[in-house]
């Protein structure tokens, strides 16, 4: 078992940045690849980004790809999202995610390949 929490979000101008940060406990974080997924109201939830256990190796959605950066901690047990750029069309709750898995498989894009979620941030960016 992992126990994650995010923190970070708010209410941020169009163009602005934001942080989000996601603490885990419990089992050895190290042993996981991460994942942020978001949902906006009435929308499923969709991949961000992903990060391997190591941080060597991350991808991002094509929405997000050159704004946003995930990067992790493993000595802090902490992984991150920063966001710059933002748009209204980003507003969403953002939720972190552990995958016990290996990073290179298709299931890192998808919420089904992860077994462990925080209860999400609230991202609101105003236009």
């Known amino acids: 078992q992992v126990q994650l929490v995010e923190s970070g979000g708010g209410l941020v101008q169009a163009g602005g940045s934001l942080r989000l940060s996601c603490a885990a406990s419990?089992?050895?974080?190290?042993?996981?690849?991460m994942g942020w997924f978001r949902q906006a109201p009435g929308k499923e939830r969709i991949f961000v980004a992903a990060?391997?256990?190591?941080?060597?190796?991350?991808s991002y959605a094509d929405s997000v790809k050159g704004r946003f950066t995930i990067s992790r901690d493993n000595t802090k047990n902490t992984v991150y999202l920063q966001m710059n750029s933002l748009k209204p069309e980003d507003t969403a709750v953002y939720y972190c995610a552990a995958n016990p898995g290996t990073y290179y498989s298709t299931a890192t894009y998808q919420a089904a390949g992860y077994d462990y979620w925080g209860q999400g941030t609230q991202v609101t960016v105003s236009s």
């Open positions: 990060i391997s256990r190591s941080g060597s190796s991350s």
């Open positions: 419990g089992r050895i974080f190290s042993s996981y690849a």
